[in-house]
């Protein structure tokens, strides 16, 4: 059964850093390209960054140079590292497997004063 659980969202303010995870089981992340996306009330999901299986990554130029994308395969984990966060990044964070169609419960960030 393939699970995906996120975890480390919260309230940080402007110009700030998070790290989310997504512990993934039921499947080994190193054999799929994997994906962050967020939402935010009103507006439709957003993908902030994709890891293809050979490591390449891409993001959004809302996102670049701000967010990385990682995997660390012996904690079969997907992370994500944002910086230097903006109130526009406020939202619920997203993991998924694109091949699958699998996403987790999400995490909420928060970037306010």
């Known amino acids: 059964q393939v699970q995906l659980v996120e975890s480390g969202g919260g309230l940080v303010q402007p110009g700030g850093s998070l790290r989310l995870s997504c512990e993934a089981s039921?499947?080994?992340?190193?054999?799929?390209?994997m994906a962050w996306h967020r939402q935010t009330p009103g507006k439709e999901r957003e993908l902030v960054a994709l890891?293809?299986?050979?490591?390449?990554?891409n993001y959004p130029d809302s996102v670049r140079g701000r967010f990385t994308i990682s995997v660390d395969n012996a904690k079969n984990t997907v992370y994500l590292q944002m910086a230097n966060l903006k109130p526009d990044d406020t939202a619920v964070y997203y993991c998924?497997?694109?091949?699958?169609?699998?996403w987790g419960q999400g995490t909420q960030v928060t970037v306010s004063s």
């Open positions: 998924n497997r694109p091949i699958g169609g699998n």
């Open positions: 039921g499947f080994t992340v190193s054999g799929y390209a």
């Open positions: 890891i293809a299986t050979g490591g390449h990554s």
